[in-house]
């Protein structure tokens, strides 16, 4: 008959102990090159939609010619049916990473149908209920469903963009001292972001990809500035910052080396003081920690020995 014995267990602890410790090694390295295989889908599947849309631009101005008088009321029309709303949200949408084409026209229909569907949840639950909700009560509940459905999408949207926007600040100060390491050794803007892009694919994935479509944007379009916008569009923060410097470079003609070394001693000069701020925010927020928890335990032991020996000299006496 087999016993399970201490020997055993110790045998299959240490295995398990072995097979984690293995696994917690080579995850990062699988988990590296998923990464870098994802950064390249994208950025290939980027290309062959700029080459699509190119082509088919060009097949459109093969085949028929508008007038300008009629672009320009196509335009006009157009401009006024989705307005600045539908501009807004699409940009928040591309600095949220969702980079559907149709994705605004779901955020829309979320907007439009989730209130609904709040309302019907909200009068199902009223309805179930043994008690009746007094009119007033029902009005209230009603219209905070509206709100909670309207803005649902919105707030998420906005949290992710806000989440995302932070990430890349985080990281785009030291891929931007890499960019002007490889333009001061005379690689091409070009391949500068493109290079950059593939090194940072391992460590910070979303702004590998928002580099690797630049580059992919500036191989493809013939106007380099639509490409620095559409990138300061997406990233925001210190990306929209760094596009502005590269298009008012390319404008007045100044080095872009130079344009390079001035944005990175300012985020040097921005990170320090980002810093500084939260060492100097340190000690506020460590008050009421220390209070709840470090100053009763102080209290224990400085107190409690002579509790103690109070307690015992009342019992004896």
Not at 89 to 107: E, H, K, S, T
Not at 151 to 169: G, T, V, Y
């Amino acid at each position: 008959m087999f016993g399970i014995t201490s020997e055993l267990i110790i045998i299959l602890i240490s295995a398990l102990a072995a097979a984690a410790s293995f696994a917690a090694f080579a995850f990062p390295f699988l988990q590296r090159s998923e990464k870098k295989e994802h950064y390249r889908s994208t950025i290939e599947k980027k290309k062959k939609d700029l080459f699509i849309s190119a082509r088919e631009g060009n097949n459109k101005k093969a085949e028929k010619t508008v007038s300008a008088k009629d672009s320009v009321a196509t335009f006009f029309k157009v401009q006024q049916f989705a307005g600045e709303f539908g501009e807004k949200v699409r940009v928040q949408l591309l600095q949220a990473g969702i980079r559907d084409p149709m994705a605004p026209i779901f955020y829309l229909g979320a907007q439009a149908g989730l209130p609904i569907l709040f309302i019907l949840i909200s009068m199902l639950v009223m309805s179930a209920g043994e008690k009746e909700v007094a009119s007033s009560t029902q009005f209230f509940i009603l219209i905070g469903a509206v709100f909670a459905g309207f803005f649902l999408p919105r707030l998420i949207i906005k949290n992710k963009a806000i989440k995302r926007i932070e990430d890349l600040n985080m990281t785009f100060p030291d891929a931007l001292d890499m960019m002007l390491i490889c333009v001061q050794g005379g690689i091409g803007l070009e391949q500068a972001v493109d290079r950059i892009a593939e090194e940072t694919s391992e460590h910070s994935p979303v702004l590998a990809e928002e580099l690797g479509i630049l580059s992919a944007e500036m191989a493809m379009l013939a106007d380099r500035r639509a490409a620095l916008t559409d990138f300061g569009r997406r990233v925001g923060g210190y990306g929209k910052s760094f596009a502005t410097a590269l298009i008012q470079a390319e404008q007045y003609g100044t080095s872009v080396s130079q344009a390079l070394r001035v944005m990175a001693s300012e985020l040097r000069e921005i990170r320090m003081a980002n810093a500084e701020q939260k060492a100097a925010s340190l000690p506020p927020k460590l008050t009421v920690p220390m209070i709840l928890f470090f100053l009763p335990a102080l209290f224990i032991i400085i107190l409690g020995p002579a509790g103690i020996e109070a307690s015992n000299s009342g019992v004896g006496g």
